[in-house]
């Protein structure tokens, strides 16, 4: 899902960046308020090494496309929305300057996809759902998170006049469709394993 430099003309670019600047501030903001997040800088550097490690790997799929898990969000879950946010723009910069995954001029759009709106949609999605029941929470979350993300970036390059809406549907679609349901399994099995192993990290969630 990473966009290299190069796709996206500079004029859309930058307001890509301006949006994730605005959003970095308010995260900044946040976390200064947070009397936590000192408690939590070991943690959310584990999980942002986890997640450029889990993101970078590519897993041969039936459909012939390399399939690319997020993490972010079962990081969102277990930190919550800005230090999930957080562990994702670091993540992003780590794999555009050491590992050639996206780009500078494109980290913008990249972060709005995979840090803004797929924090979001998790985080909300989650605690709508949590009441109910918290396999659904966690599964429904993950998976419309990875959708919100994929309809983004496919709107994203919609803009830039590079391929159709009818062939980035095609291709994107289905492709993260099953990464969403093979990753909410999957959260479901580690939220669970950590629930009963070390329940008190889930207690880190709280989002002031």
């Known amino acids: 899902m990473h966009i290299p430099d190069g796709i996206i003309p500079l004029a859309q670019a930058t307001i890509y960046w301006v949006v994730s600047i605005i959003f970095l501030l308010i995260i900044s903001f946040k976390l200064s308020k947070d009397k936590m997040f000192n408690k939590q800088v070991v943690l959310t550097a584990v999980l942002t090494a986890a997640t450029v490690v889990a993101t970078s790997v590519s897993i041969p799929s039936p459909m012939g496309i390399p399939m690319h898990f997020f993490l972010i969000p079962l990081v969102v879950m277990i930190l919550g929305l800005y230090k999930g946010a957080l562990v994702s723009f670091l993540s992003l910069v780590f794999q555009s300057i050491f590992l050639g995954m996206g780009g500078i001029t494109t980290l913008g759009a990249n972060f709005l996809v995979m840090g803004i709106i797929l924090s ?38 919609m803009l830039t006049n590079t391929t159709s809406f009818n062939v980035l549907l095609a291709s994107l679609l289905p492709f993260y469709l099953v990464v969403g349901i093979l990753e909410g399994l999957i959260n479901i099995f580690i939220l669970g394993f950590i629930k009963r192993v070390r329940p008190e990290i889930l207690g880190l969630s709280a989002d002031t």
């Not at 396999?135 to 993950?142: C, D, G, P, Q």
């Not at 959708?147 to 970036?153: H, K, W």
């Open 120 to 157: 979001l949609c998790v985080y909300f999605v989650y605690n709508l759902f949590l009441d109910v029941n918290n396999s659904v929470a966690i599964f429904l979350s993950t998976l419309i998170g990875i959708m919100g993300a994929t309809f983004a970036q496919i709107f994203i390059l």
